[in-house]
C-alpha cells in the first residue's frame, strides 16, 4: 500500500505516488535553480513540465511511480547537461567540476548531521562509519579539549555539501545526469524512510547532539542580545589596545634603531647585541627591521581594523587582503626566525678564562674594598655600559661583578674570570682572553676598576667579568658605599642582602661570613 | 535544407578518459552552436511544436536529452527570432506552436552562408594531402 497524491502537471491532473512526487519535485526544482539567472526560467520550467506531462500521457500512465519518474528524468537529462548543449557561454564556465575528473573533497554533510556535520563528512571522505569520528572528538573533549577545538575549526572552514553535485564529490563519484539521479534517488528514499541505520550509539549522539545544540542556541542568542550592548565597547577596548601597543611599539624600533642615543642604559645590552650580529649577518638591517614591523604590526593593524569594525560596521576585509597580509606576516615571521637563529648562533660558544691573583701584600686584618671612581661610570649606576675610547683604542665595558668566597689558605686571593661568547670555542676563547682587568692593591685596600678594557676592534661578545676575593679564616673586609652594585650575592650567615652589606665589617669565620658591626 | 552534423566528421579512436572528456567538451561545444541553427531550418518549413521539433532532432542525433531544447526555444523566442501560439490537444495539455520571425529568416540566412563557408573550410583543412 502507498499513499498517493493529485498533481496538476502541465494542466493535465496525474496521481501520483508519494516518493516518486519527492523526486519529481526535486528535479524540477533543481532545473529552476540552473536557470535562476536566465530570464526564462518560469518559462523553461513550464515548458519541461509540460513536456513531462505529455511523455506520462504518452505512455498512458495511471499512478506515476518512482520508475516513471527516473525514466522521464533520464529522457530530459539533468539541467547541468542543459549547460553544455543550450544555454550561456557563461553557464558552462559555471561549473568547472563537470568537465574536470572528480577529485573526492570533504564537505558537511547536511542532513545526516548531529551538530555540524563534520564526522559524518569525514566519514564519507575517509570511507568510515563516522560513529568512530564522533567517538574520536568526544574522547578527546576529555583530553584537554583539543578535540572540541579542532571540531570548531573544521565546522568554520568545511563547506556544507548543498548541492546534489557536492554530495557526490563528497564520495567522489563522477557527475553525471545518472549519478544526481541516483543520488536524489537515493535522498529521497531516505527521506521517506530516515529509521533506517539507527543503533543505540547513532541515537545516543543524536541525542547529544541535540543538547549541544541547545546550549548553543541559547549561548548564540545571549551573545546576541549582549553583542549590541558589548560590541561597541569591545570596538573601544580593541582600539585602545591596538593603538597603545603601537605607541609602545614605535617606541621600542626608535630605541633599537638608536634615535636616542645609544646611552639609554635599558636598552644597551639588547643594542650591543645588534650591533654585532649585523656586523656579520649577510642581510641588510633594514630587512629584519621589515620583517619585525610585519611580524608584529600586521596583528596590531588586525586589532584595530576590528576595532574600528566593531564600531562603526564597517565592511568586511575582502579575502585578497587578508590572503595578502597573512603572507606577508609569515615573511616576516620566516625573517625574523632566520635573524633570531643566526643571533643565537653568533652566541652560540661559551668561553672562560681564569686569573689568581694572591694578594701577599695584604698584611692587616681588615681588607678595604672599593671602587676606583672614572670619569664615565658611576657606582650609583651599574647598568651596561659600553665606551669607546677612541685615543687609546680601547673599549670600556661596565659588566663587573664581585663575590666573596672562602679562601683555602691565610692569603687573600682575588680571582679574575674573564667570559665571553662567540660563533666558536675558539674565537669565544680568543674574546675572553683580550678582555684586561685592572685593581689596585695598596696596604689594607683593594681598589676595583668599575670596567674591563678590550682592543677597540673586539665586537660586543657579551664579555664579562667576575671577580671573586677569597677571603682567609677569621680575615675581614670593609665593603665601601661604592659597592652596594658592584657585588652579586655574596653569600653570609644573617643572609643580608647585597646593598644592606656595604659600609660594614664582614668578617670570615668557620660558619661562614659575619657581620661585625650590624646592629 | 538539411541539418549536416559535424560530429560526424570527427570519428577518432579515443585512448583515455582525459582526452574523451575534451572529446565530449568539443562535440557538446559544436553541437551548441550548430543546434540553433538546426531549429531555425525545423521552422523555416513551418510551425512546429517543441515534441515534433526533439524527434527530428533525435533523428539527426543532434540531442541527447529532451531538456535541452526548451531553454534554447525560450532564448530563441526572448531575442525575436520565434514567436509562438497556443493551442488546444485533444490528447494531453496545450500545445506552444512556434513559428520563425522575420528577423529569424534574416538570421537564418547569415547562418547559413556562414554555416557554407564553415563547411568548405573544414573540408580544405580537414582533407588528407
Same mark, same amino acid.
Not at chain 1, 385 to 392: A, G, L, T, V
Not at chain 1, 462 to 472: A, S
Given at each position: 500500500m502507498k499513499k498517493t497524491n493529485t498533481i496538476n502537471l502541465g494542466g493535465v491532473i496525474f496521481h501520483i505516488e508519494e516518493d516518486a512526487f519527492t523526486l519529481l519535485q526535486k528535479y524540477l526544482s533543481s532545473i529552476k535553480d540552473h536557470f535562476s539567472e536566465s530570464e526564462g526560467q518560469e518559462e523553461i520550467v513550464t515548458d519541461i513540465e509540460a513536456r513531462i506531462a505529455e511523455i506520462f500521457q504518452e505512455k498512458k500512465v495511471k499512478i506515476i511511480s518512482s520508475d516513471h519518474v527516473e525514466d522521464v528524468i533520464k529522457i530530459m537529462g539533468q539541467p547541468e547537461e542543459y549547460g553544455d548543449e543550450g544555454a550561456d557561454d557563461d553557464k558552462i564556465s559555471d561549473? &568547472?567540476?563537470?568537465?574536470?575528473?572528480?577529485?573526492?573533497?570533504?564537505?558537511?554533510? &547536511?542532513?545526516?548531521?548531529?551538530?555540524g556535520g563534520v564526522c559524518v563528512g569525514l566519514g564519507v571522505y575517509f570511507n568510515v562509519d563516522p560513529v568512530l569520528f564522533r567517538l574520536g572528538f568526544l574522547v578527546s573533549m576529555f583530553l584537554g579539549g583539543f578535540g572540541l577545538l579542532m571540531y570548531l575549526v573544521l565546522w568554520l572552514i568545511v563547506p556544507v555539501a548543498d548541492t546534489t553535485s557536492d554530495k557526490l564529490k563528497m564520495k567522489g563519484e563522477p557527475i553525471t545526469a545518472d549519478s544526481i539521479g541516483k543520488a536524489i534517488t537515493a535522498q529521497v528514499e531516505k527521506a521517506i524512510d530516515p529509521e533506517t541505520s539507527q543503533n543505540a550509539l547513532k541515537i545516543f549522539f543524536k541525542w547529544l547532539g541535540n543538547a549541544v545544540r541547545f546550549v548553543f542556541d541559547i549561548l548564540v542568542k545571549l551573545t546576541k542580545v549582549l553583542g549590541f550592548v558589548l560590541k561597541p565597547l569591545l570596538g573601544i577596548g580593541f582600539l585602545i589596545f591596538g593603538l597603545s601597543v603601537t605607541i609602545a611599539f614605535s617606541f621600542l624600533l626608535l630605541v633599537l634603531s638608536g634615535t636616542f642615543g645609544i646611552s639609554h642604559h635599558d636598552f644597551s645590552g639588547a643594542i650591543h647585541t645588534l650591533k654585532t650580529v649585523f656586523e656579520t649577518y649577510p642581510l641588510p638591517e633594514m630587512f629584519v627591521l621589515l620583517g619585525f614591523i610585519l611580524l608584529v604590526g600586521i596583528p596590531i593593524f588586525q586589532i584595530i581594523y576590528v576595532g574600528l569594525r566593531l564600531l562603526f560596521n564597517m565592511a568586511k576585509q575582502p579575502n585578497y587582503i587578508k590572503g595578502t597580509l597573512a603572507s606577508l606576516w609569515i615573511l616576516g615571521l620566516i625573517s625574523v626566525i632566520v635573524f633570531g637563529l643566526y643571533s643565537i648562533s653568533v652566541f652560540s660558544e661559551d668561553a672562560r678564562k681564569d686569573q689568581f691573583v694572591e694578594l701577599?701584600?695584604?698584611?692587616?686584618?681588615?681588607? $678595604?674594598?672599593?671602587?676606583? &671612581?672614572?670619569?664615565?661610570?658611576?657606582?650609583?649606576?651599574?647598568?651596561l655600559?659600553? /665606551?669607546?675610547? !677612541?685615543?687609546?683604542g680601547y673599549t670600556l665595558n661596565s659588566s663587573v661583578q664581585l663575590d666573596v668566597r672562602r679562601s683555602t689558605d691565610s692569603l687573600f686571593h682575588l680571582q679574575i674570570r674573564k667570559h665571553a661568547m662567540a660563533r666558536s670555542y675558539k674565537e669565544a676563547k680568543k674574546y675572553a682572553e683580550n678582555i684586561d682587568y685592572n685593581y689596585i692593591l695598596k696596604e689594607g !685596600?683593594?681598589?676595583?676598576?668599575?670596567f674591563f678594557i678590550i682592543p677597540a676592534d673586539d665586537p660586543y661578545q657579551?664579555?664579562?667579568?667576575?671577580?671573586?676575593?677569597? /677571603?682567609?679564616n677569621d680575615k675581614s673586609i670593609y665593603l665601601d658605599e661604592t659597592l652596594?652594585?658592584?657585588?652579586?650575592? /655574596?653569600? $653570609?650567615?644573617?643572609?643580608?642582602?647585597?646593598?644592606?652589606?656595604v659600609e660594614h665589617i664582614w668578617q670570615m669565620r668557620a660558619e661562614g661570613l659575619t657581620c661585625l658591626d650590624c646592629n | 535544407m538539411y541539418c549536416i552534423v559535424p560530429v560526424n566528421i570527427f570519428i577518432i579512436a579515443i585512448p583515455n578518459s582525459s582526452i574523451m572528456l575534451k572529446i565530449e567538451n568539443t562535440k557538446a561545444q559544436m553541437r551548441k552552436g550548430v543546434l540553433e541553427f538546426c531549429i531555425l531550418s525545423i521552422l523555416e518549413n513551418g510551425e512546429a511544436y517543441p515534441s515534433d521539433i526533439l524527434v527530428r532532432l533525435k533523428k539527426a542525433n543532434l540531442i541527447v536529452v529532451e531538456g535541452t531544447l526548451y531553454p534554447l526555444l525560450t532564448r530563441l523566442k526572448n531575442s525575436g527570432l520565434l514567436t509562438y501560439r497556443?493551442?488546444?490537444?485533444?490528447?494531453?495539455p496545450p500545445r506552444k506552436y512556434y513559428t520563425i520571425t522575420s528577423d529569424g529568416i534574416t538570421f537564418l540566412s547569415a547562418l547559413y552562408v556562414t554555416w557554407k563557408d564553415l563547411v568548405k573550410a573544414v573540408r580544405l583543412t580537414t582533407k588528407k594531402i
Open positions: 561549473d &568547472p567540476s563537470l568537465k574536470e575528473k572528480v577529485k573526492r573533497r570533504v564537505y558537511r554533510h &547536511p542532513t545526516d548531521k548531529i551538530l701577599i701584600e695584604v698584611k692587616s686584618d681588615t681588607l $678595604n674594598i672599593s671602587l676606583l &671612581p672614572h670619569i664615565d661610570f658611576y657606582w650609583e649606576d651599574r647598568d655600559k659600553i /665606551i669607546d675610547s !677612541e685615543d687609546s !685596600e683593594l681598589l676595583l676598576d668599575q657579551h664579555q664579562e667579568i667576575e671577580l671573586t676575593l677569597l /677571603i682567609p652596594k652594585y658592584f657585588i652579586d650575592d /655574596i653569600r $653570609n650567615v644573617t643572609r643580608t642582602r647585597d646593598y644592606k652589606m | 497556443w493551442e488546444e490537444s485533444k490528447s494531453g
